[in-house]
């Protein structure tokens, strides 16, 4: 665990200076936007997805100082979705990682603004850096296919529309396929292609980015169940009434389907990757068992 | 004119062709999304940057289709900005084209989402078609750049804080260039860039861009001074209150800059372009002569 922790954090700390290497100064004009982006995204977030880009690189042996750019791309383009979600006309959500969102703070304009911005950038980003350019065009598509036509957006939206009606087993799992799982997935994704291994390989890291999504997302209803509201820094016991896998698993029956997901996951990493897949191991040991 | 006419025809029919292919159909699921997503596109659009890009290919040789993935992309980032900027949070449209603005129709949960939907649906169509790694990278770049750190977003942001304060001129031509300019700037790079013509040529046609940019939104500021509602299709007399070029510059300074912008637009292409550059050079004079 301490090892697991003391990587996290050499990842994390990478991610940190990456973001405040990419994002426009607060000191240049216009500071409202500037700043907005910055407090969106230094919240003390626990960077999951580059953390995941930057040690699936790592375990194949790539330097993830290399893939920082996509890592960095790919937390901006998460907390793009944050802003967004946030705002009144759709969570409407005051808290987000313990603090007043980007929307109590800047207002809905800027909100609105500050996500696209984010967005933007993301773009910008994900273009930096030395990777060759094929491979760059092919991590875009990654990243595009993660949003939209079958994306984060849809799950939103789907998300929206099970308020609506009686969810199903069915909508849950597109929901959490979607709405968290696709930018989990394409951070795991990312890290490899970035690392050109086969496609093969690709592909069995993509099923264990899958299940470690839907893993996360279970759990995220599983917290909103059961979690501490301070540990977990956002209002809780909210989502009852939407798709969540314990209204429709029950509180068992979420854990043991977060259970399996996490054995798969394991045992798909050891499978491609053996001991140097230690991290990725413990990271859906992680997912599974976290309080935050 | 009518030649004008005619060719512009030509190549709005090929964009609309594109945007209907590169669309989610609306069958499908999340329908809600896709559904708002052509709403927004399909709505009688003039085209004019996806034009822009066509038509500088075409004036370079360059066949308008092999470009008509970047050119729909423009369009669809344009879409995407206009969804956003009518929001009740931003400029609280409910008109757009003579409709509905997306948000009176979908919801604005919807129209948030569908903006970004539209946004990354956007990038997805840019780096399509059969044009080299490098060309689409760099046409990335230039997307990128029109959009944040100092771009439309940017723009945008100034002009709602220019509400607060006595613009300047200065605080005028920053919005325009930006706000409007950009995206504009970028169409008619986009074209030259994907015909893969010398960097001195693409300075000179950003030149044409940037001063054709600046006279479209002064012209914008023109018609809602003076202009038709009905046939302008959008609520005026709004923008007196902003930035506008009328308010800083009065009606016959603003008229006597655009004038000045057309002609060494006109100036630039004939220079680059001779000929071949007839439809740009209409175009320009379109910009400063049209009533909707």
Same mark, same amino acid.
């Given at each position: 665990m301490e090892r697991f922790k003391g990587r996290w954090e050499k990842y994390r700390s990478l991610v940190e200076e990456g973001l405040d290497v990419f994002l426009p100064p607060e000191t240049e004009y216009p500071q409202s936007l500037y700043r907005a982006m910055r407090y969106a995204v230094f919240s003390g977030g626990k960077r999951l997805r580059p953390v995941l880009t930057l040690s699936v690189a790592d375990a194949f042996g790539t330097d993830p100082k290399v893939l920082l750019p996509q890592a960095v791309a790919l937390e901006l383009i998460h907390t793009f979705t944050l802003v967004h979600d946030d705002l009144p006309d759709i969570d409407n959500d005051d808290y987000r990682r313990g603090k007043p969102t980007v929307h109590k703070v800047f207002g809905n304009a800027i909100a609105i603004l500050t996500g696209d911005a984010l967005f933007a950038m993301a773009y910008k980003v994900a273009i930096a850096g030395s990777l060759p350019e094929s491979v760059k065009l092919r991590i875009l598509r990654e990243i595009n296919d993660a949003l939209c036509y079958r994306g984060v957006i849809e799950g939103q939206v789907a998300d929206i529309e099970s308020l609506q009606k009686e969810p199903s087993y069915e909508d849950m799992l597109f929901i959490h396929t979607h709405k968290t799982g696709k930018l989990i997935e394409a951070s795991v994704v990312v890290g490899a292609v970035g690392s050109q291994v086969s496609e093969d390989k690709v592909a069995r890291m993509r099923e264990y980015g899958r299940k470690?999504?839907?893993?996360?997302? #279970?759990?995220d209803d599983i917290l909103d169940a059961v979690g501490d509201e301070k540990e977990v820094g956002k209002r809780l016991r909210k989502d009852f009434n939407r798709? +969540?896998?314990?209204?429709?698993?029950?509180?068992?029956?979420?854990?043991?389907?977060?259970? =399996?997901?996490? +054995? =798969?996951?394991?045992? #798909?990493?050891?499978?491609?990757?053996?001991?140097?897949?230690?991290?990725?191991? =413990?990271?859906? =040991?992680?997912?599974?068992?976290?309080?935050?």
């Open positions: 470690i999504g839907l893993a996360f997302q #279970i759990m798709a +969540s896998a314990v209204r429709i698993l029950g509180l068992d029956g979420a854990r043991r389907k977060m259970d =399996e997901l996490v +054995s =798969e996951a394991v045992e #798909i990493v050891d499978g491609v990757l053996g001991r140097r897949g230690w991290f990725l191991k =413990e990271m859906a =040991e992680f997912i599974r068992d976290r309080t935050y």
